[in-house]
């Protein structure tokens, strides 16, 4: 138990770095707006997206928030990742840029298998 723990936390913090730290402190930033145009998207939708990352990471980190909730949560940031690599392979091509958003998504079916690992180990000791 105490391993699955680790390996929950660990790859959920990443994903909380990742996903709602970094972008809470980039972007308003020039380099942010412009990659978000560069993509072929509007400024406002860079916006709509830090605030939705920020409110699910903390959705993933708050314990008590409620179980079908964090099912929400990891399913927003997979469908983030998976439409961050598409639109990155459909602008610029292959290429690291394209295939990060995919590792990034890994890190998170980590998190979420643990997640559940955890929690069916509540539900036995209960």
């Not at 997979?78 to 290429?95: E, T």
Request: aromatic share 18%.
């Amino acid at each position: 138990m105490k391993k699955a723990k680790i390996i929950f936390w660990t790859t959920t913090i990443i994903i909380f770095l990742f996903e709602g730290v970094m972008p809470a402190l980039t972007s308003q930033t020039e380099l942010a707006k412009e990659g978000i145009r560069h993509l072929g998207y509007p400024e406002y939708f860079g916006n709509a997206l830090v605030v939705f990352k920020i409110l699910g990471v903390l959705i993933l980190v708050i314990p008590q928030i409620p179980k079908n909730v964090k099912e929400w949560a990891y399913a927003g940031f997979g469908f983030d990742f998976i439409f961050a690599s598409i639109s990155h392979f459909v602008v610029d091509g292959v290429g690291f840029q394209s295939f990060f958003p995919l590792i990034i998504f890994l890190i998170l079916a980590i998190s979420y298998i643990y997640y559940h690992k955890i929690e069916r180990y509540k539900n036995i000791a209960l």
